[in-house]
């Protein structure tokens, strides 16, 4: 049901060690209205499209010729589902270019769909998850889904849209994460597909934000104190 069985085969995440000292701002083109507020670059984007190119061929194998939903969880998850779908829709391009009609009709169904939920307060994962849009879930009823999230922390919010999700009876659920975060707070969750492993440190860019800014530098970064300062609420 939850697709566990498919973890062992998938590409493994890159570990990024505690002991990481990072890349400095100064070798990538970032805003110098932002680098001020940063302490370096932890993952070049370049390097975040490549994993991303890899995550989307081990998705690609696994639904092979089977339609899938793939669910967006807004709103840091919106730049790594285009990017992710984008890539798997060139595999399922190369590939059908093979299959009979009738097999490329099923094989090519990707449908979308899009939920809010916002956890996140500063740099704290706080246990009060809301929940925006709802209703879409009702069209998940009997379909093989691909939820897409940014990062897991804590893992409190994926284990409650896990089981929010159970009760519209989809036909199976995976999950994809771009970021998974070792946190002795940790539930123990581990999505079927991770991108990076990364330390302890709240990240921003690749659309991760904090309180909202940050969302469009396209490495992932380490905010400093004057930005912590800066932007909190
Ligand atoms: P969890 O429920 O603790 O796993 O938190 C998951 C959510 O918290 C993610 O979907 C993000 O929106 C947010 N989040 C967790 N860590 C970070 C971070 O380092 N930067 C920005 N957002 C984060």
Do not use: W
Request: with cysteine; aromatic share 10%.
């Amino acid at each position: 049901m939850n697709g566990n069985s498919h973890k062992n085969k998938n590409s493994p995440a890159i570990v990024i060690p505690d002991d990481f000292e990072g890349h400095p701002l100064e070798s990538f083109c970032i805003a110098p209205n932002l680098t001020k507020f940063l302490q370096y670059v932890l993952i070049p984007g370049g390097f975040v499209q490549d994993r991303i190119e890899r995550m989307a061929c081990d998705i690609a194998v696994d639904l092979a010729n089977e339609p899938f939903t793939a669910l967006c969880v807004l709103k840091g998850g919106y730049l790594f589902f285009n990017d992710l779908l984008e890539k798997i829709r060139r595999l399922y391009r190369y590939r059908v270019m093979d299959l009979s009609e009738e097999v490329a009709d099923e094989a090519q169904q990707i449908r979308v769909e899009f939920i809010r939920l916002k956890s996140y307060e500063n740099e704290q994962s706080t246990s009060n998850i809301q929940v925006i849009g709802i209703e879409s879930l009702e069209s998940l009823r009997g379909k093989n889904v691909l939820i897409v999230e940014d990062i897991i922390d804590t893992g409190r919010t994926m284990v409650k849209l896990l089981n929010l999700l159970k009760q519209f009876g989809p036909k199976s659920i995976r999950v994809t994460s771009l970021f998974v975060k070792r946190t002795p707070l940790s539930n123990g969750y581990v999505p079927e597909y991770a991108g990076f492993n990364i330390p302890n440190k709240f990240v921003v860019g690749c659309s991760l934000d904090y309180n909202e800014h940050f969302r469009d530098l396209n490495h992932l970064c380490i905010l400093n104190s004057l930005g912590k300062d800066r932007f909190s609420q």
